[in-house]
């Protein structure tokens, strides 16, 4: 290489004596025009010289140099062929390409070798959660998707990974359910309604740096109506005070015979409410869970029977309530007979009617049960509540049932490193992606969409989420493009129509980063369809084409085919132009440019965009 390029500047030096020989020749001839010619002759002779230099140094030396850095930046073996004139070189950085390949199958072996143990650990553990039937969803900080099971998929329609878990719940119950872990509860129970209005029942627990969701198969199952002994309980057990407040003379035996029944009709009640306790939800609330954003005096360290999202609501509505009135409740816990404690909402003022009570405990006070009332939760309690008057105190008063041989439930037996990505990390390898492909009636801003395909990424690996639906456009398909993507009218004839389609790819993507190949080519078509669907795409977008030229210059050919050949992604014939094929293969290409980027200094999005600005004549940057 170093006698080519001696020979090169050789000959551009022979050439340019030649031309100076040339002009002193014509000068030498005489008259002012002779010097002219003479200037155009030397002029004109070394432009073209010094463009032909140009030409052979971009032709044999630039773009070779720049094929051979992209090959090496993807792991790729380079081809000898573009670098035949760069000597050595060539086929040292094919020796190198094919060492470090040899080194990763290497590595690659010994991880999987040592991920052989952790793999079966991790089969035996689904076996179990499957065989419980139990969904399991994890969140980070942020309450984003870190992990979920196939169980917790089937049970919350939409479930995907970084998707905000309280899009996928009624906020309300997660909000309260939150709140009581923020009160001290290691766990709390969780009864809500999905977006689609199915009720499921779980619990809650805070892990490190996160939460983790555990679903009960199937749906919350509410229990036999016990209103009548409900009532019957309020009633007795506020027989005996309310007769102390009676106008007029009663006779002392006729006085004493009724507090004796009174007495003797709660006594009977209490043992009954006893029995149907065997019946009250198995779960265990802590009574830190049962006071959240309750005021309450020194609470000790108790365990009851109870649903806590229900009684907790049941609680927080019945202290709204009275404060409304002007009081101002503390909550507290008593003794009761029986092996239980009496739950105590205590107040400096005038007792509660009782009429009052009944009309309150007709509301639902639970979000996640919005047709529950709190007479129905305090019967599937096997328990009830009713006024107390203390003096110049007066109470509420609800008996609840002890959990007995309860362990703290602190205890962890898997420990899952989880959410190490900054909140706002916008490293390219930390992005969750959707990869996404149109097929379409044609190439102009007439034409409409026909196929439309995703693919979710997440941390650089696919995560298995995709979504793929033809599209009916609305009119007939040119036999032209049906050539292409052999998408016919029949074939689209039942498919959903554009705002149908567009509604569902937008709760795909969610706020995903978008990534196309031509990106302007696909985001045209769905921000065109914005004022038609109603449907808004604001994501931030990657268009691997920029990413291509990013790693191996302009000169080359960035079209899907190049790419996918110069990265040995290999497409099917079957399915090239195809939205999924094509969805597939950029999004195993933009998998393989991250590295190349990285290498190159390119690790964040704002970098792939401010280096965008350079390759604007080769394509429009699809970020708004």
């Not at 052979?56 to 081809?79: C, N, Q």
């Not at 009250?280 to 108790?302: N, R």
């Not at 405990?361 to 009713?386: F, K, N």
């Not at 033809?470 to 292409?484: R, W």
Request: hydrophobic content about 50%; proline content about 5%; charged content about 20%.
């Amino acid at each position: 290489m170093r006698r080519r390029i001696l020979m090169l500047f050789l000959a551009a030096l022979v050439t340019a004596l030649v031309l100076a020989g040339l002009a002193l020749w014509r000068v030498v001839q005489g008259g002012q025009d002779a010097v002219i010619q003479a200037a155009m002759i030397a002029g004109i002779g070394l432009l073209g010289l010094m463009t032909a230099l140009w030409f052979l140094f971009d032709r044999h030396l630039a773009r070779p140099l720049e094929s051979l850095a992209g090959a090496l930046r993807t792991g790729r073996v380079p081809d000898l062929a573009q670098a035949r004139h760069l000597a050595d070189l060539g086929p040292a950085a094919r020796d190198a390409a094919l060492a470090r390949e040899r080194s990763d199958q290497a590595l690659a072996q010994a991880l999987q070798d040592h991920a052989a143990e952790t793999l079966r650990e991790k089969a035996s553990l689904e076996a179990i959660l499957a065989d419980f039937g139990a969904g399991a969803v994890m969140a980070d900080a942020r309450g984003r998707v870190v992990f979920y099971n196939a169980s917790a998929a089937r049970l919350l329609p939409g479930l995907a990974l970084d998707r905000a878990l309280d899009t996928l719940l009624t906020s309300g119950a997660l909000r309260a359910a939150k709140m009581r872990l923020a009160a001290g509860a290691a766990a709390t129970d969780l009864v809500c309604l999905t977006v689609g209005g199915v009720r499921l029942s779980g619990r809650l627990r805070a892990i490190d740096d996160g939460l983790l969701l555990i679903l009960r198969d199937g749906a919350v199952q509410r229990p036999a109506p016990r209103d009548m002994l409900e009532a019957l309980r309020r009633h007795a057990s506020t027989l005996v005070p309310m007769l102390d407040a009676l106008d007029g003379p009663i006779p002392p035996a006729l006085a004493q015979a009724i507090r004796a029944e009174g007495q003797g009709l709660a006594n009977a009640t209490r043992s009954l409410s006893r029995i149907m306790a065997s019946d009250a939800p198995g779960t265990v609330a802590a009574l830190t869970e049962l006071a959240a954003g309750l005021e309450a005096a020194d609470l000790p360290p108790l365990a009851f029977r109870a649903e806590a999202a229900s009684l907790n609501a049941l609680l927080l509505l019945l202290d709204a309530r009275l404060r409304a009135l002007g009081h101002t409740p503390v909550l507290s816990v008593r003794p009761d007979p029986d092996d239980q404690m009496r739950l105590v909402l205590d107040w400096r003022g005038s007792p509660l009617p009782i009429d009052l009570l009944e009309g309150w405990l007709t509301a639902a006070p639970d979000p996640g049960q919005p047709d529950v009332t709190g007479a129905e939760i305090l019967a599937r309690h096997g328990t009830g509540i009713w006024p107390e008057t203390d003096g110049a105190r007066a109470r509420l008063v609800m008996p609840l049932a002890l959990a007995q041989g309860v362990a703290d439930g602190s205890g962890v037996t898997y420990d899952f490193a989880l959410a190490t990505r900054g909140a706002a990390s916008s490293r390219l390898a930390d992005l969750t992606c959707v990869v996404f492909d149109t097929e379409t009636t044609g190439l102009t801003d007439r034409d409409r969409i026909v196929q439309i395909a995703g693919l979710r990424l997440a941390r650089g690996r696919l995560t298995g989420e995709r979504f793929e639906t033809l599209v009916n456009p609305g009119c007939p398909i040119p036999p032209a493009s049906t050539a292409i993507h052999h998408i016919t009218d029949a074939m689209v004839a039942d498919a959903p129509d554009l705002t149908a389609a567009l509604t569902a790819f937008r709760h795909f993507c969610d706020d995903s980063v978008l990534i196309a190949h031509n990106a302007p080519f696909d985001m045209g078509f769905l921000r065109r369809a914005e004022a038609q669907t109603g449907t808004r795409f604001d994501n931030r977008v990657l268009d691997t084409v920029l990413l291509s030229a990013m790693v191996w210059g302009q000169s080359e050919v960035h079209t899907l085919d190049a790419l996918t050949e110069r990265l040995g992604i290999a497409i099917p014939p079957e399915a090239r132009h195809t939205a999924m094929g094509d969805t597939i293969a950029t999004a195993q290409a933009y998998l393989t440019l991250i590295s190349a980027l990285e290498a190159k200094g390119i690790t964040r999005f704002e970098e792939v965009v401010a280096k965008a600005r350079d390759h604007r004549a080769l394509i429009a940057d699809a970020n708004r």
